[in-house]
């Protein structure tokens, strides 16, 4: 209206200047006797004239208003009508305006009729595509719901995109409302450590730039302890994408802890059996030996080599009485261990300690056949260590690898120039406690070594003043049963897969896609309108939105007990009385787990400034603190339809086409908000709003933000 | 002038075998219980030839053997390593560090004679 009265304005201002013009026009350069003339003829004439131009004014408004009426205001609509067609299809323009305008508004609900149908050809291919995939997604799942073994899919970034209820069973630590540790859109290195991830993946990207290998299938194997102290062999294989790429990968766990034990006890007993047998039969065999040998000897020497013989009878049975009971002497605690090719091993060596003063390279006496056991993880990271420290005391920046057989096993080769490794220091280094990764474990060298049935060595050659630290392992056969032709790349096709592109979550949010980002849509109810005024939480309903998908399953729905009594206007609401509450845990028990909930993700809310008031309430008692971004579908709609004066949560999702199923209940509000949320995502596109922050930004512009509660 | 050999073994028990069968073959025998004592031994008895267990006090066997062969004086010194660490790792160990022959437990005790008998005419 502001823009009428404006035109209306200017219009009334154009008629005034040409009448000025005319009578400027009119009494320029005349005579005195004409002026007179001219004057008095005005002066007759003036109630007429006056009335006339009253009358075209009049005319003038009259039309100008009617040419907004029926021309501008039914154009502004229709196109609304245009942007609002394409969120919901089932919208038609009301006829209304001029004539011509409304047959233009008459083609345009031919072509939205149109429109519509092809919609609906296209909604009913798509409903029969995800049926399709549903199904498959089904046979999956029950597939996997099969194995025995623990199975999660994930993206580079290490985001869970699939998992099977073993996994839950293996992983999960906690038991609350919030759900399992383990959940679609959350990190895997929240229960396996992230060195190792990286460790195999870099082992697997290896692998597949092996052009030789094209007839193997890449996949990498390793041990670790979970938090809970269980045991797990992983076996990670790749995840490729269309073009061949690496974009993801599928863990399979196995719960190992009682074999580990097993393997552990067995271990030690054989050790014990060896070893320490060893030592006591040589002495009996040489006490025996020798008195066959020199049977002249004296009475004395020959008490005392009987003597031996009883001592060390006696040491025996008491080794075997103590083996049998398992109290072994050697703690066998026994890493599971890989089997790996010596060059994938070199490989990895090379690149995980190549830095920018140390230069590796490998030597020419490299067996391409060798076949290792190893943790290689451990391996490499304690070798780092000693060739950083090598490096920085002799200052050398130069190093070779070699790996060659000597019949039954592996000379893994670290050589350099320069003078000699005093034996005090290297002993000190090889024993040095290292953190590795995340800290779980804390290994030496020696112990690595150790722990693969090796030992070390060090040699110096004088002459060409070069040092050789080499480390002798045990050679294991071949896999064959590895070599297994792919007759395709094997690409599983039946799952929503998208996470895959998704960025990480943590860095520069705000420039996050929307399309792209995760959420949790929430809703709560509450006692009353005024936290300030004592009124309480009493439900709080939340879901999952996974890269543009409404994770229905994993949701939080949650009573809360407020403390008080409801009174019955908002019982007449939401429908729960004091009895549902009765029983129900307090706000106080129930944040943490909506906080643990929500973590990672942005929140979003229809009039969450109402909502995140109540939240904010508790902050201080609870000492749980709701920090990420906030999306409001209220201030949003605004965004979107600035020219509808409707914004409630019913008439959004009527315009965009959502069914309202459940309201008031907290769950199903935050079900339609997320629904209507998801519908609103590309409507902001149209209006160039594609990340987070340009989202949070235009909900600022908005009038209703300014509103506190 | 007969031929030295210095048992290095911490179990009296293999001790006083050995001691014995090297005493009637004819060679000057020195004992020493602990990997230091060894080198000290080196020093001041000089042998010809060690017979060195892996599993000893302060420093291991294989620690001795590689001192031995760092200093270029004991070039002809033979070293015998004796162990119940009998896996091939730990006998390329040895071998690798410098030692003529590494002979695990239980052996017989005529072979080490004999093992021991050519490694000093070799010498010789």
């Given at each position: 209206m502001m823009r009428?009265?404006?035109t209306l304005a200017l219009l009334f201002g154009f008629l005034l200047a040409v009448i000025g013009c005319l009578f400027f026009i009119l009494s320029v350069d005349i005579s005195s006797q004409q002026r007179v003339l001219l004057d008095a003829l005005l002066a007759q004439r003036a109630p007429p004239l006056a009335l006339l131009a009253m009358l075209i004014l009049l005319a003038l408004g009259i039309g100008l208003k009617k040419l907004y009426q029926h021309y501008l205001i039914p154009l502004a609509q229709l196109s609304e009508?245009?942007?609002?067609?394409?969120?919901?299809?089932?919208?038609?323009a009301l006829p209304q305006g001029a004539r011509e305008i409304r047959a233009l508004i008459d083609k345009f609900n031919t072509l939205a009729a149109s429109h519509q149908t092809l919609q609906d050809h296209v909604q009913a291919r798509i409903e029969q595509a995800n049926r399709a995939l549903a199904e498959e997604k089904n046979r999956l799942a029950a597939l996997m719901s099969e194995l025995a073994q623990s199975v999660l899919v994930c993206n580079l970034e290490g985001r869970i995109l699939l998992y099977n209820t073993r996994a839950t069973q293996l992983l999960e630590t906690t038991h609350d409302a919030a759900g399992t540790t383990i959940g679609l859109g959350r990190s895997v290195f929240g229960v396996i450590e992230r060195g190792l991830i990286v460790h195999a993946l870099e082992q697997i990207q290896h692998q597949r730039q092996q052009t030789d290998e094209q007839l193997t299938r890449p996949a990498s194997d390793f041990v670790t302890t979970l938090a809970n102290g269980q045991i797990v062999r992983a076996h990670m294989v790749p995840v490729l994408d269309n073009a061949d790429a690496l974009n993801g990968f599928v863990l399979t766990l196995e719960d190992i802890t009682r074999n580990v034990a097993t393997d552990s006890r067995r271990d030690a007993l054989l050790h014990s059996l060896t070893q320490d047998t060893r030592a006591a039969l040589a002495n009996i065999r040489a006490a025996v030996e020798t008195m066959r040998q020199f049977p002249d000897m004296n009475d004395a020497k020959r008490d005392q080599f009987t003597a031996i013989i009883d001592d060390e009878s006696q040491r025996l049975s008491q080794q075997i009485e103590r083996a049998e009971q398992g109290q072994s002497e050697h703690p066998g605690?026994?890493?599971?261990?890989?089997?790996m090719r010596g060059t994938d091993l070199i490989a990895l060596l090379k690149r995980r300690i190549e830095s920018r003063s140390v230069r590796i390279d490998t030597l020419a006496t490299i067996d391409a056949t060798l076949w290792l056991k190893l943790d290689s993880y451990a391996l490499t990271q304690s070798l780092a260590y000693l060739v950083q420290r090598i490096a920085g005391e002799f200052n050398v920046s130069e190093l070779h690898f070699g790996l060659q057989r000597a019949e039954r096993l592996a000379h893994l080769d670290l050589s350099w120039s320069g003078s000699p490794l005093p034996l005090e220091t290297l002993q000190a280094w090889e024993n040095t406690a290292l953190p590795l990764s995340a800290g779980k474990r804390l290994l030496t060298l020696s112990a690595v070594i150790a722990g693969l049935d090796g030992e070390s060595v060090y040699l110096y050659h004088p002459a060409q003043r070069t040092s050789c630290y080499r480390i002798l392992l045990p050679i294991a056969e071949p896999q064959a049963a590895l070599d297994i032709r792919l007759k395709q790349p094997g690409r599983p096709e039946f799952y929503d897969f998208d996470l895959f592109h998704q960025s990480g979550q943590t860095a520069a949010l705000d420039q996050g896609l929307l399309s792209r980002l995760s959420y949790t849509v929430f809703d709560t109810e509450t006692t009353g309108l005024q936290p300030a005024a004592g009124d309480e939480i009493i439900s709080i309903g939340a879901l999952r939105i996974v890269n543009s998908r409404l994770l229905a399953q994993e949701n939080f729905d949650q009573?809360?007990?407020?403390?008080?009594?409801?009174s019955a206007e908002s019982s007449a609401i939401h429908g729960i009385n004091d009895a549902m509450l009765h029983g129900q845990p307090t706000i106080e028990s129930i944040l943490p787990q909506f906080h643990r909930f929500a973590e990672d993700t942005v929140l979003v809310a229809h009039n969450a400034a109402f909502d995140m008031r109540f939240l904010q309430m508790k902050e201080e008692r609870t000492g749980i603190r709701f920090t990420?971004?906030?999306?409001?579908?209220?201030?949003l709609s605004q965004v979107i339809h600035p020219h509808q004066e409707q914004h409630t949560l019913e008439a959004i999702a009527t315009r965009l086409g959502v069914d309202i199923v459940g309201r008031h209940t907290a769950l199903g509000d935050a079900?339609?908000?997320a629904e209507v949320f998801l519908k609103m995502i590309p409507l902001l596109a149209e209006k160039g709003i594609f990340t987070l922050g340009d989202a949070r930004e235009a909900e600022q512009q908005t009038p209703y933000a300014r509103i506190h509660y | 002038m007969s031929h030295k050999v210095l048992i290095v073994d911490d179990e009296p028990n293999i001790v006083i075998s050995l001691e014995f069968l090297m005493q009637q073959s004819g060679y000057e025998v020195a004992i020493a219980r602990d990997g230091e004592q060894a080198l000290a031994q080196m020093v001041?008895?000089?042998p010809d030839l060690v017979l060195l267990d892996v599993m000893l006090p302060l420093r291991n066997g294989f620690e001795v053997c590689q001192k031995i062969r760092e200093n270029s004086l004991w070039n002809r010194v033979k070293v015998v390593m004796l162990s119940a660490k009998g896996r091939e790792i730990e006998v390329s160990k040895g071998l690798a560090l410098g030692a003529d022959a590494y002979i695990t437990k239980p052996f017989s005790t005529k072979d080490l004679i004999a093992q021991v008998q050519r490694l000093l005419s070799d010498r010789a």
């Open positions: 009428f009265g404006l009508d245009v942007v609002l067609l394409t969120a919901n299809s089932a919208h038609r605690s026994r890493w599971q261990l890989e089997e009573l809360v007990q407020p403390g008080r009594k409801l990420q971004p906030v999306l409001d579908t209220l201030l079900i339609v908000t | 001041s008895f000089q």
